[in-house]
């Protein structure tokens, strides 16, 4: 008996009681499509983390600062206060450190992150509204319209944060491509000031850790920067509150540590994008984990669903299964239906579970993003993906099988002779 004949014969056995096998694959279809919803979300959530993060820094890259004294360096309790450690000034980094950092085994590439002061930026109108922004430092900028802007070359162009769209006259982020706007800029010593005109070729889309925050290119950030330092004395020039590291392409986890161990033993903190957003995605993970149990509870559920209608279907069909075993056919092939019929149910639960979950995400995604996701712009709630989907749909079939095997031995261990002689 090919495979064929046993797929064909086990459709064709689930067709026989049309209704039993409906109400089994029911069980299986609403644990797959609770099961679906929840990695739907998960890798929705993830995904938009995972933007939130390329938008402050990209995987290589490390923040370097001044190592500070929190107050709370141990377990023992806070650190007791220190008048003259409290009077001293913010300490900064300098293009000594700069040097420093680079010649570190491990990093590829280091620059100043800037942190400009602007006065404020005007649109059209007369209105003139506080303005933040920073330069692009190895990000990738996720953007609802318009194009990033670029590190090279003397052009002076902003990607506007989505805040300051109604404020400056746009109604939607299209209207604002191509638009010019000016941005005051003083000097911290003498106040001078002066109108830098600016090209708005990219908006961003709304940001939990940049909020509010535009991004100017290398030309623009480095004109804000030197009228900012006008008029200032060399020695308060080129000072920086944090540093741009980009380690090396490849680098493992742990050798990644003991890049910022050295940089920690030279007094410097160094942290990841990763260091700072990792519990929040441990929750989310951890959140979406329990909600998955509750399709594995549905799935245990229809599991005994799947060994009750296949135990009834034995009972039926024992004479049958005798005829066929003494006509030849070995107990092997008669244990391999059943298992068989038990697989392709949870493959057809499966398979609409995940299609109902699909099918619900269009409206679920569309309510989202019209109501508590409203300000938040590239939140796509539910997503799948072909890996996970597979993933469940084998995994399901897996747990189908095994339920299935009970009531396939008892088939399989069947008398000929007896099961002929059963009424």
Partial sequence: MKISDILKSAGANLLRNKGRTILTVVAIFIGAFTISLTTGVNTGVNDYIDKQVSSVGGENQLFVQPKMETGMESSDGPAEYNPEQASAEMEYLSNRDLDKIKEKKGIKKAEPFMFLSTDYIQGTGDKKFVFSAATPSEITIDLE?????????????????????????????????????????????????????????????????????????????????EINEKGLPDAMKN???????????????????????????DGYTATTVEDEIGMIRDIINAITGVLTMFG???????????????????????????????????????????????????????????????????????????SFLDALTGFTLLQFSPISSLSIIVIIMVIAFLAGTLPARRAASLDPIESLRYE
């Fill in 239 to 265: 000072q920086y509150t944090a540093i741009s590291a980009v380690t090396a392409d490849g680098l493992s986890t742990e050798e990644v540590k003991e890049i910022q161990k050295k940089l920690e033993e």
């Fill in 145 to 225: 319209a318009g194009k990033e802007v670029t590190s090279t070359g003397e052009a002076y162009e902003l990607n506007l944060a989505p805040e300051y769209l109604e404020s400056l006259g746009y109604k939607k982020a299209q209207d604002a491509i191509g638009e010019i706007v000016r941005i005051a800029v003083s000097s911290q010593a003498t106040g001078e000031q002066e109108i830098l005109e600016a090209k708005i070729i990219g908006v961003r889309t709304t940001s939990l850790i940049q909020g509010g925050q535009s991004i100017v290119s290398k030309a623009l950030g480095n004109r804000i920067a």
């Fill in 296 to 370: 594995a509870i549905a799935l245990l559920a229809a599991s005994f669903g799947i060994i009750n209608t296949l135990y009834m279907s034995v009972q039926e069909r024992t004479r049958e299964i005798g005829l066929m075993k003494a006509m030849g056919l070995s107990s092997g092939k008669v244990f391999m239906i059943f298992s068989v019929e038990a697989a392709l149910i949870g493959f057809l639960g499966s398979v609409l579970g995940i299609a109902g979950a699909m099918g619900a995400s269009v409206f679920i995604n569309q309510f989202a993003a019209k």
